[in-house]
């Protein structure tokens, strides 16, 4: 299965761990939760989902790479103890807390959590000293004499063998406790998630025309050449700050995360011409409906590839003014809140505005620092949260008249105001959206492009949000149509089938 998939799969495994029945005791008894047990290839983003899991079911998450580990940092140090044994004493082995175990403790702490995954990567890649206490623990989920606390979810991910020497092979017995899920890299998967993580554009485009190059692992007389989904995120976050600070993106800089040579090459000769493509076409003047005949000529004369490339840099404006609209509308949904719970407090006590506000602003902060603590919170709702923050902190410098209930009235004007202006944007943002399919069908009409445009779009996070929020009558008008014709083109093939047997 894809990763998507695979979260899914695990998702629904984390929540029938934690189900209880009628006297709080959990439906599945711990003896009985079997850990997951999930196998792909490095670098397709099986980390990446388990925070989202953790973001999304509310719960913590304490992540460990098993490689990493000793066997006394895995089950604790030992230590003698002396025990009365029938009237005798004896001197017995134990153990200190596991580092793992003390870390479940540690963020239950800190995040006020109870519940949570506890994520073990590479562990079919142990040293040969503590393997044996990993099959202990995952048939019995203890790490020298200390379980993992209940209410936490034992989810584990390893390499197939052709990826790692270091892979060892489970027995059946081993076998038998756990719930495989085998993962394979799926490019259209990634890519839903690589619009919502702002990936550039330029290594979405390229692997779009180029899929057969988003993983690759091959051994070659030089060594292992590697590609994985990882590389391209972090190929993607250097190349923005690289064009932030004008530092020239090249082989050197391309070479450090596709390791590749080949591929390395043509993202590097790709990526020029995305460059070039960028300032040859005027994406503001395109998306402004301004653009003139001379381009739609060009547009409509272009190559396949570049075609791509020119629908890549338009969807790329688009999604950052997606990203920022849904984000201010989740910040400004988050401040609504807190509003509203200072206009109920208004009333119950003398608690000067400011105070009040820097109280809502406080609590902000405290339930991002908990969901930081417990690993839970997202890239994305980082940023909500410090929106909102910010709004709030920003409101406490709104000058006081002595009337609480006027001063009230002021800062309602205010968020009034903050509304109205994320309205305005996403109007821009919204007519943006139109105008690239007023250009699309002008130049290129209903054909393969449009398809690419409206699929594209449909993959984004962002961007359904958008449009589900704000509308684009477009949208839906071309979606309608390109999805009557594929209904009809499907039963006509199923006719052409059954007319052939």
Not at 88 to 117: D, P
Not at 210 to 227: C, H, K, L, M, P
Not at 486 to 501: C, P, S, T, V, Y
Request: some cysteine; hydrophobic content about 40%.
């Amino acid at each position: 299965m894809n990763i998507k998939e695979a979260k899914e799969e695990i998702k629904k495994s984390v929540q029938i761990y934690l189900d209880k029945d009628a006297f709080g005791r959990y439906t599945i008894p711990v003896s009985h939760q079997r850990p997951v047990f999930m196998v792909g290839a490095p670098g397709i983003g099986k980390t990446a989902i388990m925070q989202q899991i953790a973001s999304e079911l509310d719960i913590a998450l304490v992540s460990y790479s098993m490689t990493h580990h000793t066997r006394q940092s895995a089950l604790g140090l030992p230590v003698i103890q002396e025990m009365d044994y029938d009237g005798g004493h004896a001197l017995v082995s134990e153990y200190t807390m596991s580092e793992i175990i003390a870390a479940i403790y540690r963020v239950m702490e800190e995040s006020g959590k109870r519940e949570g995954i506890l994520f073990l990567d590479e562990i079919n890649c142990v040293s040969e000293t503590l393997a044996p206490a990993m099959l202990l623990f995952l048939q019995y989920k203890v790490f020298g004499n200390r379980p993992v606390p209940q209410g936490w979810v034992v989810v584990t991910a390893g390499n197939p063998p052709q990826y790692n020497k270091s892979v060892k092979e489970f027995d059946v017995a081993t076998l038998d406790r756990l719930k495989r899920i085998d993962v394979t890299e799926d490019f259209p998967v990634w890519k839903q998630y690589a619009y919502g993580q702002g990936i550039h554009g330029a290594v979405i485009t390229f692997l779009e025309i180029n899929q057969q190059w988003f993983y690759s692992i091959r051994t070659t007389a030089d060594g292992v050449e590697y590609v994985t989904a990882r590389g391209w995120e972090d190929l993607s976050a250097a190349m923005k700050l690289y064009e932030k600070k004008k530092f020239p993106i090249d082989r050197r800089l391309i070479g450090q995360y596709i390791t590749d040579t080949e591929i390395a090459r043509k993202f590097e000769l790709y990526y020029d011409l995305y460059q070039k493509y960028k300032s040859d076409y005027q994406i503001a003047d395109i998306l402004s409906g301004n653009y003139g005949e001379d381009m739609g000529e060009r547009s409509r004369k272009a190559r396949m590839d570049e075609r791509f490339s020119l629908l890549g840099l338009l969807l790329e404006k688009l999604n950052e003014g997606f990203r920022m609209s849904v984000r201010q509308e989740h910040g400004l949904q988050m401040v609504a809140k807190a509003l509203r719970s200072v206009k109920k407090m208004l009333g119950q006590d003398s608690v000067p505005l400011p105070v009040l506000l820097r109280q809502q602003a406080e609590e902000q902060r405290q339930q991002l620092k908990e969901r930081t603590a417990a690993n839970s919170v997202t890239g994305r709702e980082e940023e909500e949260y410090l929106i909102a923050v910010h709004m709030l902190e920003e409101y406490q410098d709104i000058p006081e008249t002595g009337d609480r209930k006027k001063d009230f009235e002021k800062l309602k004007k205010q968020f009034g105001r903050e509304v109205k202006k994320h309205e305005k944007q996403c109007g821009e943002v919204g007519a943006m959206l139109e105008a690239a399919f007023s250009f699309i069908q002008e130049v290129w009409g209903n054909n393969q492009e449009m398809v690419f445009f409206l699929t594209e779009l449909t993959a984004g996070t962002d961007s359904l949000l958008f449009i589900n929020q704000w509308g684009c009558e477009a949208y839906f008008v071309y979606n309608q149509e390109l999805l009557v014709y594929d209904r009809d083109e499907r039963l006509a093939g199923e006719i052409r089938a059954l007319l052939e047997l």
